[in-house]
């Protein structure tokens, strides 16, 4: 291959950071203030805060009225999948699969968006906490190796993640999920304060709590409060949702330390074999097609969990001829995601007289309350647990389309006024950590980059499918109990791994080399400044959303480096 | 559709390098000549524009008509509508065509729309609730209706007035919907 290195010491930096996502941003942000030169490589088009073109769009400016045109059907085929991923008003933000391949042994749905912020933009902003529950569980149950630390050495970097995200929500004084340091909660609805009320007096072991989520309250940090808009995913004007663009970014940017490089497809790292330190990374520019050289003392994967392990596995040397960092043969193994499209909804007949104001971005959550390791909870038919999202509302004019007989002024006139409450909830359920559940590349069938692409082989098994029925019917047993009329469960079986974003676990961190690929800072084994902290690392996969996660472990990972390079130890 | 602001938005769009060709081009059109059909035949359209009229007739708010309906479903048959639904939609809409539902009086519309309403055969049932769908959707969605019959709010503002348990009354309607 023909590299172009240029000026050597202008591709030198202190530190590289690969990918501008939720753990990319985050990992710029902490470098960079803790003083380190920084490289951030971004393999997709610039996005500075603001730059959103359809956040102000209303519903008619849009042609399909922000539905799925047929020519996204047909080149974002896999990214469709979702069902309101690639809409009008998103579309823009997620990849075009016939220019991004991959391929599926099995089903699996890689929903992702490359530009800059990646999926921050787009993401649910929905941020809970892992705890010892979670820590311990793989020890505790032998499913996956243990994690190597526990909540006590994780807590101060969810705190410090917080304070700087913002996150809504309220202490509620969980074991399962551990309490932080929270904005205002967004307040409940009608029917949401009376199920909280019915549900927690019948089921002693459950709560509904406010969903805790990324958003602002209230203003924070020089970032506007929220507008009750509920056009998050499009990109906030006001910054009033968590995003790479318009928190972390913007605070890396501020040191005047960072140099963010977009259109730059990172391809793999250069291993030295005389210090075993990776040297810097090679990329591909979109625009040009050159290939080029960067060089750093530590480098950051922060690429999202297929992609970061996917640069590890074509990162090939005589000292890793399966990939750097691969001397456990775990890498691209035990992938995770969780399993959801679950759960139940119902009528309410009531509060007839009571609604609502602006579009509220957020629901309820109902934490975990299955096998707590209490003996009370225990369930026989499968391990771990699950989470509840959702929340009531009223009904709107959709109601009338199924009414064939019913037309004219009077239909028109009533379909104005609000209709009667419907409330639901959909579970997040715990996927554990297979060895088989992989993913691999494929040099037969290279992108336009010629890049080899990646195949999924990837499952849902016994332990996930007993624990659906249990996630559904509890769901209506909580319904019913809080009042709700024709209730009726949904569970979609065909529901595939990838299709709740959050695939995670593939680099995975450990206790020992032999089944790991990460220590629990992050580092790789063998090669201690790569450190790898997007979803890669995850050991197990809890229930909860993941990426405050991320956060956390991003900036516990960068403040490691930082001493580590002060040290002199990489 | 206020013409000035689609290209704005359109040209906004075209410096988004993954923004589907479908939504700058059709915003484009819309911004165009909006009068004539440019995906169903002119049959075709009036049948449809008659029946929209029908279900969601002007009264103290606006009309199918007076709304675009009939404009965004023919938008929606060419770009968002995949090849078996406009072939069900083409099928219902050549009956209707055949007997000139839209020269019929307003009373024999609504007869017909009564009996496709209770008809177990293709197209039928099925057809009507895939036409009322587009209708409604049209209809609900639009500009029209969102500064007539809903509360229409693009910005609610700061949560400390975003109050969510409220008597209906004090809210003075239904807002938009997202
Ligand atoms: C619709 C939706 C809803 C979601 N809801 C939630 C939620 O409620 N709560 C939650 O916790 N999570 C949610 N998620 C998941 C969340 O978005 C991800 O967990 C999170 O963004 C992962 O962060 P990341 O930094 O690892 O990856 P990303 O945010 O995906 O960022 C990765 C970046 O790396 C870039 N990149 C990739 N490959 C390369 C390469 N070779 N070279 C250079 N750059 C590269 C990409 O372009 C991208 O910008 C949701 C996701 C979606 C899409
Ligand atoms: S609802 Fe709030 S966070 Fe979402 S886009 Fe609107 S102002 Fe921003």
């Given at each position: ?93 997620f ?89 205002p ?15 927690e ?60 490089r ?56 005589d ?13 691209g ?15 309410y ?24 390791g ?17 929340g ?46 992989r ?14 692409t ?34 009726t ?43 790898v ?13 993941p ?6 472990f ?10 580590e ?6 | ?46 049948v ?38 406009k ?11 055949r ?6 009086s ?5 007869d017909i ?16 609730r ?49």
């Amino acid at each position: 291959m023909n590299v172009s290195t240029k000026g050597t010491a202008s591709h030198t930096y202190d530190a590289i950071v690969v990918g501008s996502g939720i753990s990319g941003g985050w990992a710029a942000k902490e470098l960079t203030e803790k003083g380190l030169n920084t490289l951030v490589l971004e393999r997709g088009r610039d996005v500075k805060h603001g730059d959103y073109p359809t956040a102000m769009m209303e519903k008619w400016e849009f042609p399909g009225r922000n539905t799925i045109s047929q020519e996204s059907r047909e080149r974002q085929a896999k990214q469709s999948r979702t069902g309101y991923t690639t809409r009008e008003a998103t579309a823009h933000w997620f990849v075009d699969d016939i220019d991004n391949p991959y391929s599926e042994d099995k089903a699996f749905d890689w929903c992702r968006g490359y530009h800059v912020g990646g999926r921050s933009l787009m993401w649910g902003r929905q941020s809970y906490r892992l705890g010892d529950l979670d820590f311990e569980a793989n020890a505790k149950d032998g499913f996956g190796v243990d994690w190597p630390l526990r909540y006590a050495e994780i807590k101060p970097w969810y705190d410090h993640a917080e304070r700087f995200a913002g996150i809504s929500g309220q202490n509620e004084g969980l074991y399962q999920l551990p309490d932080g340091d929270f904005l205002p909660p967004f307040e409940m609805n009608c029917l949401e304060k009376h199920a909280k009320q019915r549900i927690e007096k019948k089921f002693g072991d459950r709560k509904l709590i406010h969903a805790r989520v990324a958003h602002l309250s209230q203003a924070h940090l020089g970032r506007g409060g929220c507008h009750f808009r509920n056009r998050c995913s499009r990109g906030c004007p006001y910054g009033a949702y968590f995003s790479s663009n318009a928190s972390t970014l913007p605070a890396a940017a501020a040191t005047g330390r960072m140099t963010l490089r977009p259109f730059s497809i990172v391809t793999e790292l250069i291993y030295d074999q005389e210090t075993s330190r990776a040297k810097g990374v090679r990329i591909l520019d979109a625009e040009t097609g050159e290939a080029m050289e960067y060089y750093a003392k530590v480098v950051f994967l922060c690429a999202s969990a297929i992609a970061s392990t996917s640069i590890l596995l074509n990162s090939k040397s005589d000292r890793f001829p399966t990939g750097l960092g691969n001397d456990s043969g775990e890498l691209g193994h035990n992938l995770m995601d969780h399993h959801f499209k679950v759960g139940a909804s119902g009528r309410y007949d009531g509060f007839e007289d009571m609604y609502y104001k602006g579009r509220r971005p957020t629901s309820t959550y109902i934490p975990r309350f299955r096998n707590l390791g209490d003996g009370l909870s225990d369930q026989k038919d499968y391990v771990r647990g699950f989470g509840y999202q959702g929340g009531a509302s009223r009904t709107n004019w959709t109601r009338g389309v199924a009414e064939l007989a019913r037309f004219g002024a009077d239909l028109k006139a009533d379909m104005f006024a609000p209709g009667g409450w419907r409330m639901g909830y959909g579970s997040w359920g715990e996927h554990l950590p297979y060895h088989e559940n992989r993913m691999y590349l494929n040099y037969d069938k290279t992108d336009k980059w010629g890049m080899p692409t990646v195949t999924f082989d990837c499952e849902f098994k016994e332990n996930e499918r007993n624990m659906r029925k249990d996630m559904q019917a509890s769901a209506i047993e909580m319904l019913e109990a809080a009042g709700l009329k024709d209730v009726t469960g949904f569970d979609d079986p065909t529901s595939a791994p990838g299709l709740c974003i959050h695939e995670m676990g593939t680099a995975r961190m450990g206790r020992d080399p032999k089944t790991s690929v990460l220590n629990g800072h992050n580092q790789v084994h063998a090669v201690p400044n790569v450190f790898v902290t997007d979803g890669s690392f995850m050991t197990s996969s809890s229930c909860v959303n993941p990426s405050l996660t991320y956060m956390a472990f991003t900036a516990r990972a960068a403040d490691h480096a930082v001493n580590e390079l002060n040290r002199h130890n990489i | 559709m206020n013409r000035r602001e689609a290209l704005k938005h359109t040209a906004l769009m075209f410096g988004v390098a993954a923004s589907p060709a479908t939504v700058t081009r059709a915003l484009a059109e819309m911004a165009g000549d909006s009068s004539a059909p440019r995906y169903l035949t002119s049959s075709q359209y009036k049948v449809v524009a008659a029946m929209a009229e029908r279900l969601l007739p002007a009264s103290d708010t606006p009309g199918a008509m007076d709304a675009g309906v009939p404009q965004f479903i023919d938008v929606c048959y060419g770009l968002f509508t995949d090849a078996e639904g406009k072939n069900n939609l083409r099928t219902g809409l050549a009956d209707l065509e055949r007997i000139d539902y839209d020269h019929l009086s307003e009373a024999e519309q609504d007869d017909i729309i009564r009996s496709i309403a209770s008809d177990n055969a293709k197209p039928g049932k099925s057809w009507l609730r895939q036409f009322r769908a587009l209708a409604f959707n049209g209809y609900f969605t639009s500009e029209a209706a969102a500064k007539s019959g809903f509360i229409w709010d693009p910005v609610p503002g700061n949560g400390s007035n975003q109050t969510q348990c409220i008597p209906l009354a004090e809210t003075g309607g239904v807002s938009f919907y997202e």
